[in-house]
C-alpha cells in the first residue's frame, strides 16, 4: 500500500516540476554574453519625485536603463512616465495594480498587462509598443506565462537584485548588487514601491539613486558599458 503512495506521490511531485519548469521557460533571467555589458532596470515607478531624481542621476552618467512601469502609476504621473521615455531609456511594462498575477482569473491577468500597454500608448507618445514583461513579483504561473505568450509579450525576470525594497543603506544596496554581476547581466532595482497601492503614498526611493550611482562608477571602473534589456537582447 504504502508503495503505490509513494509512487503517486512521486507522479505529483514530477508534475508539479514540469508545471513550473514550464511556467518559467521563456522567461528571461539573463543573457549569456561575451561583452562587458548590463542592463539596469527599475521597477514600480513612475514615482515623483525618485523617478526624476534618477533621470538626472542617469543622464550625469550618460546611462540608459528600462523602466518597467506600473500602469496605475503612469495614469496617476503622465508627466513623470513621459520624462522617462524623452530621456530615451526603455519603457516596459509591469501590469496595472501589481497584484500577484497568479491570483488572478485569466481575463483579469490579460487585462493588467493589456490596461497597461494602453496607458503607456496614449501617454508616453512612443515609436514602439512595449513587448518586455514582468510580472510583479517575478512570480508565474502556467496562466501567466500562457496571457504573456498570447499577448506576444516577453518575460523578463532578474539576474541580480539589491534586496532595495527591504535594504535601505545605498552601500549595501550597491554591494548586495556588485558581488555576483557578470556580463549580460539584469540588475532589478526600484524607482517605486509595487506593494503601495496609493501612488501618492510612496516612501522614498533615495536610497535605491543613491546606490545606482555607487553601482554604475563602480561597473563602469571595471570597464562596463549599460545598455537597455532590448539592446541586451538585440545581442
Ligand atoms: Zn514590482
Redesign the pocket.
Known amino acids: 500500500m504504502w508503495r503505490k503512495g509513494l509512487i503517486l506521490l512521486t507522479i505529483v511531485v514530477i508534475g508539479l516540476v514540469a508545471v513550473i519548469y514550464w511556467s518559467y521557460s521563456g522567461a528571461i533571467v539573463r543573457l549569456p554574453v561575451d561583452a562587458k555589458v548590463v542592463a539596469l532596470t527599475f ?2 515607478g513612475p514615482n515623483p519625485p525618485h523617478t526624476e531624481a534618477l533621470l538626472k542621476l542617469l543622464a550625469e552618467h550618460d546611462v540608459k536603463a528600462t523602466f ?1 512601469l ?1 500602469g496605475s502609476h503612469v495614469e496617476a504621473f503622465p508627466d513623470t512616465a513621459r520624462m522617462v521615455a524623452r530621456a530615451d531609456h526603455e519603457v516596459a511594462n ?2 496595472y495594480s ?1 497584484k500577484p498575477m497568479i491570483s488572478l482569473q485569466r481575463e483579469s491577468m490579460q487585462e493588467e498587462i493589456v490596461r497597461t500597454g494602453e496607458l503607456i500608448d496614449t501617454h508616453l507618445e512612443l515609436d514602439y509598443s512595449p513587448r518586455l514583461f ?1 510580472p ?2 517575478g512570480i508565474q504561473g502556467p496562466g501567466v506565462k500562457r496571457a504573456i505568450d498570447e499577448l506576444g509579450m516577453i518575460s523578463i525576470l532578474m539576474s541580480d537584485h539589491g534586496s532595495d525594497w527591504e535594504v535601505t543603506d545605498p552601500a549595501l544596496i550597491a554591494e548586495a548588487v556588485l558581488k555576483s554581476v557578470e556580463p549580460g547581466a539584469i540588475i532589478l532595482l ?1 524607482d ?1 514601491h ?2 503601495v497601492d496609493d501612488p501618492y503614498r510612496q516612501d522614498s526611493r533615495a536610497p535605491t539613486v543613491e546606490a545606482t550611482g555607487i553601482i554604475i562608477q563602480s561597473l563602469k571602473s571595471r570597464g562596463y558599458d549599460f545598455v537597455t534589456v532590448s539592446e541586451l537582447l538585440a545581442r
Open positions: 521597477d514600480d518597467f506600473k509591469h501590469s501589481h514582468r510583479p513579483y526600484h517605486g509595487g506593494d
